[in-house]
Nanobody
Framework: QVQLVESGGGLVQPGGSLRLSCAASLSMFSFYTMAWYRQAPGKQRELVAAIGSAGSPNYADSVKGRFTISRDNAKKTVYLQMNSLKPEDTAVYYC???????????WGQGTQVTVSL
């Protein structure tokens, strides 16, 4: 059974940092594009950052320069380092694994990130 398990969420003050991790039990993990999405209350889920099988990252404009996505294929884990956090970053963050060109599209259960005084 495929599982994506996120960890590292929590409560942090504005300007602080958090590092999210997503451990994936995906066969051929290195072939997957891995991504982080987030969903704030009353809003649609949005893409935060993605990293392809070749390691090339992409970011939403709202997080460029503050967030860094990375992956460790040996550990089958993807990370999201979040710095200079703002209250508007508050959301449930979801890990996604997508093998492009196939029906393999998997989601984690989400981890809450709250940025507040």
């Amino acid at each position: 059974q495929v599982q994506l398990v996120e960890s590292g969420g929590g409560l942090v003050q504005p300007g602080g940092s958090l590092r999210l991790s997503c451990a994936a039990s995906l066969s051929m993990f290195s072939f997957y594009t891995m991504a982080w999405y987030r969903q704030a209350p009353g809003k649609q889920r949005e893409l935060v950052a993605a990293i392809g099988s070749a390691g090339s990252p992409n970011y939403a404009d709202s997080v460029k320069g503050r967030f860094t996505i990375s992956r460790d294929n040996a550990k089958k884990t993807v990370y999201l380092q979040m710095n200079s956090l703002k209250p508007e970053d508050t959301a449930v963050y979801y890990c996604n694994g997508l093998r492009i060109g196939t029906a393999y599209d998997f989601w984690g259960q989400g981890t809450q990130v709250t940025v507040s005084l």
